[in-house]
């Protein structure tokens, strides 16, 4: 989505400079937030500006951060013993739920809506052409669900949501978390958000894990409190999503979000 560039100066200092292409001043918030989350522990970069500038009459938003050491967990994946891997999801999971005990004041708000019928219908149609009616079936049951879920039930309680809490964005160092980074999305959201962000998108080797992200996310509120059950309504919003990107997702994602509307809609849900 942005333009990112390591910059290194000749005094070894060095940070990463971000650029924006909105059509609305970008990363206004971002500071804000990581501030809050920095506050109560979780391993945030520090902002050095925020700059917007008219370049030839394009809104150009400009975001430069220290850098932070690490690389990602998703790079690591492949690399680290199983322990070590579960040890930093866990860890992982806790550092998000400190996150979700923010009171969110600012940022980009993040609410299910009924799915919009042209939406289902093209979604039904990628999924059909290349999966087959039966997948395609699974779309629609996937979106009667997440209306009746938005319908009928009490909207969740918000926290701030980091809005794309993914191995990608967890740096890791010396065997720790050094770095939770890529704030853009966060905002005020039900937990679920996050927690259904990681299920889909997580990749092959963690998202069929969820439980060792709740494991360390129960070290400080309970998980399914937290949540409130709106985990498969949040799960299906996003892969819907994904399923009606211009840019198609990766055939594995693409299977991936049809399984767990598959997943979801093939038992009772609970509203608990």
């Known amino acids: 989505m942005n333009e990112t560039y390591r910059v290194e100066f000749s005094n070894a200092f060095a940070v990463v400079a971000r650029i924006a292409r909105q059509p609305v001043p970008w990363f206004t918030d971002e500071e804000h937030v990581m501030a809050q989350a920095r506050a109560l522990g979780v391993p945030t970069p520090e902002v050095v500006g925020v700059e917007q500038v008219d370049h030839g009459g394009e809104l150009l938003s400009f975001s430069i951060q220290r850098l932070l050491p690490g690389r990602s967990l998703d790079d690591l994946v492949g690399e680290l013993p199983a322990p070590d891997l579960e040890r930093l999801v866990m860890d992982g999971g806790e550092l998000l739920a400190r996150v979700h005990s923010v009171v969110p004041d600012r940022g980009i708000r993040h609410e299910l809506q009924p799915p919009e019928e042209r939406v289902v219908a093209r979604a039904a149609r990628i999924v059909d052409h290349a999966l ?141």
């Open 132 to 272: 087959g009616p039966a997948a395609a079936a699974v779309i629609e049951r996937g979106a009667d669900l997440l209306r009746e879920q938005v319908m009928t039930r009490p909207a969740p309680t918000l926290s701030l949501a980091q809005g794309d809490f993914l191995p990608k964005h967890l740096l890791i160092d010396d065997g720790a978390i050094a770095g939770v980074i890529d704030w853009e999305f966060a905002g005020p959201a039900s937990p679920a958000f996050d927690l259904a962000r990681w299920e889909v998108s997580a990749g092959d080797a963690l998202h069929d894990r969820p439980d060792l992200l709740r494991r360390g996310y129960a070290r400080v509120p309970d998980p399914d409190a937290a949540d409130a059950g709106w985990v498969p309504a949040f799960v299906i919003d996003w892969a819907l999503e994904k399923l009606g990107w211009k840019t198609p997702a990766p055939p594995a994602q693409f299977r991936r979000c049809v399984d767990l509307i598959a997943r979801y809609t093939a038992k009772p849900q609970s509203c608990a």
